[in-house]
């Protein structure tokens, strides 16, 4: 996904540019401010909204939109970050959960290996998808239990998956809550915050052979201004509001196939406005005695 995001002042009033056809929902978000401002589209994909402000005031975007990916098989992770995010710092080391692995010596010979928990097989990555064949629980069952982990640093607020051949779909999966989770699921608590787990069951499907189906997830994530003259950066590991959307995002659309959700954790940086400078001098070719009094 792309995005352009410009900041252009006049008078004292801000207007706020962000491009981005793909966002369904867009808010301007101050630091400083107990609630967001619900940004203007106008069908093209720009969004816009004009308001005073003043200067070295933070600011970000955040925007509801769509992300689509493909899968295939029985087990894939998406959206792993980037090695740079990594050894620059922009990744907060207890937003990947990671475990020690057992020495040799703590394993009985005879023993078998230990089963991942879901936030093991997560691991870094944003998603990790698994489809588990019903027929293996139920001889009779002809379908495909479809199970989304999502990573504590991402909120979603629906996940939706299709058949690529249109022979189903499409399937809305539901939200576990944390009370129905299992106890093996709960085990990531004794190493980190639990994934949220999404399930949906795709009768007349199964997961094996080479049946690809795509996934829909809608989710929420901060934007800052590349056209920001000035960036300034949170202390710590990211801003939060402790709020819930409701309370932060204006204009908050409900619907009844998606989930309430909180707002991501963020930005680690903030765009700040400031004043363009000031133009440069005109032009003005020096004189033949002070060209030579600089070349001597």
């Not at 107990?34 to 975007?61: I, Q, T």
């Not at 057992?102 to 944003?126: F, I, M, N, V, W």
């Not at 204006?250 to 400078?277: C, I, K, M, N, Y």
Request: charged share 30%; net charge negative.
């Amino acid at each position: 996904q792309e995005s352009t995001l410009k900041r252009r002042s006049s008078r004292g009033i801000t207007t706020f540019h962000y491009w981005d056809p793909a966002a369904r929902q867009v808010w301007l978000i101050f630091k400083d401010q107990a609630e967001g401002v619900c940004m203007k589209a106008d069908g093209r994909g720009n969004w816009e909204v004009s308001l005073p402000s003043s200067e070295g005031d933070h600011y970000a975007f955040l925007a509801e939109w769509t992300q689509e990916f493909r899968f295939r098989g029985k087990s894939a992770c998406f959206g792993a970050p980037h090695a740079e995010a990594k050894k620059v710092g922009l990744v907060h080391p207890d937003l990947s959960i990671t475990f020690e692995e057992p020495s040799d010596e703590d394993e009985e010979p005879d023993e078998l290996p230990k089963e991942l928990s879901p936030a093991e097989r997560l691991g870094e990555a944003e998603f990790l998808l698994e489809a588990e064949d019903m027929s293996l629980i139920a001889t009779e069952a002809d379908a495909c239990r479809l199970c989304l982990h999502v990573a504590p640093r991402v909120a979603i607020r629906g996940a939706e998956a299709s058949a690529v051949d249109g022979s189903w779909g499409p399937l809305a999966l539901r939200k576990v809550k944390e009370a129905q989770l299992t106890p093996k699921s709960l085990e990531a608590t004794q190493s980190g915050p639990i994934p949220e787990l999404w399930l949906g069951d795709a009768v007349n499907f199964t997961g094996e052979g080479n049946s690809e189906f795509i996934f829909k997830v809608q989710r929420l994530d901060w934007r800052l201004d590349p056209a920001a003259l000035r960036m300034e950066p949170e202390p710590g590991w990211g801003w939060n509001s402790h709020r819930d959307a409701d309370e932060l995002l204006p204009g908050f659309l409900h619907s009844p196939d998606l989930e309430e959700a909180s707002v991501p954790q963020g930005p680690r940086l903030w765009s700040s406005t400031a004043s363009a400078p000031s133009k440069p001098k005109k032009f003005k070719r020096l004189s033949d005695r002070e060209l030579i009094i600089y070349e001597l």
